[in-house]
């Protein structure tokens, strides 16, 4: 399956698709009983994709600890999606958002020396060599769960986040106030026409 996406939107296999999607937070349903009902009422209601977000919390709740069994088999969850002739929308952070503690994130992050979450702090951002190594061990474990799926539609790394060049060297607050009132894609289009502008010999650098 090819998927690209233009300012029109998005094609699939040389076709121009309009999706419609739905989120499917297994984490709240505790019986894997309820997926293939809940997947089912989705086809039914006219979706044809299935957004799929995978807590890091839930299924590592100490470090080296991984566990997809259970109420935690998204193997099984991938298997009915499939089945049910949905694509695969892949969120697996490492951060979430929507309403979980930390956005998804393990609450052991908290006590690992020299972690910055999400590599932000009251300083703006920065590198955090320790949260990423942890943050790249938890995707070595969820990604190859679901990236050979041939229903795989999309990939989300993250939620929430920018970092456009300008914006790292601002203090948080201001970057974030940034986005917030210029959106992203405008900051985009004006870094784009701000190098644009500049003459040859400077846009090298």
Avoid: K
Avoid at 14 to 25: C, M, Q
Avoid at 97 to 107: N, Q, W
Avoid at 127 to 139: F, K, M, N, T
């Amino acid at each position: 399956m090819r998927v690209s996406i233009d300012r029109l939107g998005i094609t699939v296999d040389g076709s121009r698709r309009l999706i419609r999607a739905g989120e499917l937070p297994y984490y709240l349903l505790p019986d894997p009983g309820l997926w293939a009902d809940r997947v089912r009422r989705m086809r039914d209601a006219g979706l044809d994709a299935v957004s799929v977000s995978y807590p890091w919390s839930l299924h590592s709740p100490r470090r080296g600890e991984h566990d997809f069994s259970g109420a935690r088999d998204v193997d099984q969850l991938h298997d009915l999606i499939a089945a049910a002739g949905l694509w695969l929308i892949a969120r697996p952070g490492p951060y979430l958002g929507l309403d979980l503690d930390l956005g998804g994130l393990p609450a052991w992050l908290l006590r690992e020396p020299g972690v910055v979450l999400r590599c932000r702090d009251e300083r703006g951002y920065r590198r955090s060599p320790a949260y990423l190594e942890c943050a790249g061990e938890w995707l070595a474990q969820i990604v190859p769960r679901f990236a050979t799926r041939e229903n795989l539609l999309w990939v989300q790394v993250e939620s929430g986040w920018v970092e456009t060049e300008p914006l790292v060297r601002l203090p948080l607050d201001l970057a974030d106030l940034a986005v917030r009132w210029l959106g992203t894609g405008r900051i985009a289009r004006g870094l784009r026409a701000a190098r644009r502008a500049l003459p040859a010999r400077l846009r090298e650098r």
